[in-house]
């Protein structure tokens, strides 16, 4: 039976850091094997902020990787930008080293999209940084979406960026301060647009239940996915990993930290696990949690 959950921002797996330079044939087929088993049909293998030499060869790299091996193919059937366009802002920026943000640049996206064989399928920005409409108009023309994520827009920018083609909210109730003015803030701006398909990180800690069950009332039920953003910890258990240059602490409660510090820094989330929570949390019929976990998944980035 063909798997069938895709996740749009997968970082790593199996022990197994995408963001690694020194990334193998061997080392990314055992991520992807370890993703079937977990019953991910598909992925986004997604690039955190990092400068855009670097980001153009392990673009190249993987896509070497994809031509030499037909299951990697099968499973990444393209690339997430999570950056480095988004905010530098304290609270703002998450775990992406916030010297690397920078503004939108088609230049830079052109030779990534060469770089990946055209197979960046989305992009996360902060819309507020100057030259994003033009950008995201750029890059839907060149067939991929654009999201908004780790980003302080105001509602005159989202309007804007939504007029240039935006379609997508990153891990909405993330990537944001702690502390926020209590209505005027990046999240309830984003869970008013109805225009905008909204992600979920379903691990029960980046978004507990409760307030999960608020956000999805709050977004017309077509319009909500899931993801894991998960990172290497996923399908391989407690211990320390990387994220690029992070070095990353996982316990036996499953919660991915930077060691000594309390925010997290992506996810140990498997899809087989994010389903399971989505009907447990939410009580959603099977076949409702299999479209916002896959097909709807698919669709939403055009990809069928």
């Keep these: 039976m063909t ?29 992807v094997d370890a993703l079937l088993r977990h019953r991910t049909g598909g992925i986004l293998l997604t690039l955190i902020t990092d400068r855009i030499d670097s980001l153009a060869a392990k673009l190249a790299q993987i896509e070497h990787y994809r031509a030499a091996d037909p299951v ?23 775990a992406h080293p916030r010297e690397l943000m ?5 230049a830079a996206f052109d030779r990534l999209q060469s770089a990946a064989n055209g197979r960046v399928r989305l ?14 108009a ?24 939504i007029a240039a083609g935006l379609t997508m909210c990153t891990h909405l109730g993330n990537g944001a301060p702690m502390e926020l003015p209590r209505h005027d803030n990046i999240i309830q701006r984003l869970l008013a647009r109805d225009e905008l398909d909204a992600v979920f990180i379903v691990d029960g800690l980046h978004v507990p239940p409760r307030v999960l069950k608020n956000f999805v009332r709050a977004k017309p039920a077509a319009k909500v996915l899931f993801t894991t953003d998960c ?26 930290r930077e060691p000594g510090k309390p925010n997290f820094a992506g996810s140990s989330l498997t899809m087989d696990r994010a389903a399971e929570n989505v009907a447990a949390w939410l009580g959603w019929p ?5 479209a916002a976990c896959g097909s709807r998944v698919r669709a939403a980035l055009g990809l069928g």
């Design 102 to 106: 920078s503004e939108p640049d088609v």
């Design 3 to 31: 798997a069938p959950f895709f996740d749009l921002q997968v970082n790593g797996f199996a022990g197994v850091d995408f963001q690694d330079a020194q990334l193998t044939q061997a080392a990314l087929r055992r991520a």
């Design 286 to 290: 099977g076949h409702e949690v299999a």
């Design 72 to 94: 990697i193919a099968a499973m990444v059937v393209g690339y997430h930008l999570e950056g480095p366009h988004m905010s530098a802002l304290p609270g703002y920026h998450g």
């Design 138 to 161: 750029h890059v839907r023309l060149a067939g991929a979406r654009v999201a908004i994520g780790h980003s302080a827009a105001s509602d005159a920018e989202i309007d804007a960026a």
């Design 231 to 256: 990172m290497a910890a996923a399908g391989a258990g407690p211990g320390r990993y990387q994220i690029g240059r992070l070095e990353i602490e996982v316990g036996a409660d499953g919660v991915v």
């Design 123 to 136: 992009v996360t920005i902060a819309p507020e940084l100057r030259g994003s409409p033009e950008y995201i």
